[in-house]
């Protein structure tokens, strides 16, 4: 199990690297028909929680006894308490989920693709009513370290992806081909 969970953590860091460029020219196009401004808040608050995982991610690796914050030691991977009391007593996940509904809104607030906008929202599969405690139950309760850090990666990926789409569906709007 824990050799999949790294091979899928591999996965979706090469994923990741792949979307990168396309990123970049849809930025560009979009820049050309809107003010700074309306980019700069999308942009601002996508990137504030992937920088905000990954500092989380960094926190959590020392949290399990990784003086370097670089990967979970191997005697930790199983550790179930760790990311309970992480996650869930130190309220970290209840944190991350407040950030994530923030750019599930800021997403839905640029975007008026209703297939899309049902996708932004089973980013975290949690609705408003249900909240950060069930967000944190579901997520982190009962969860070893390394699939921990394979959820956060999930997260940074469906940001990264859907970011994309956001910006390809606002140019479709505007009828802009990306240059």
Request: proline share 3%.
């Amino acid at each position: 199990m824990l050799k999949q969970l790294d091979t899928l953590n591999q996965q979706l860091k090469s994923f990741q690297k792949e979307m990168e460029p396309d990123k970049y020219v849809l930025y560009d196009s979009v820049a050309k028909k809107y003010t700074e401004v309306y980019l700069e808040q999308f942009r601002s608050t996508l990137s504030d929680c992937i920088t905000y995982i990954g500092d989380l991610k960094l926190r959590f690796a020392k949290y399990c006894g990784d003086k370097e914050g670089l990967a979970i030691p191997a005697n930790k991977e199983d550790s179930i308490d760790l990311t309970n009391r992480f996650f869930i007593k130190d309220g970290n996940g209840e944190i991350l989920y407040f950030r994530l509904t923030d750019v599930q809104k800021t997403m839905s607030s640029h975007n008026d693709d209703p297939e899309l906008d049902k996708e932004i929202q089973s980013m975290t599969s949690i609705s408003e009513e249900e909240g950060a405690k069930v967000f944190t139950r579901k997520y982190f309760n009962g969860i070893p370290p390394v699939a921990a850090m394979t959820i956060l990666s999930k997260f940074v990926n469906d940001i990264d992806r859907l970011e994309k789409k956001v910006l390809q569906q606002i140019l479709k709007d505007k009828n802009v081909t990306p240059q």
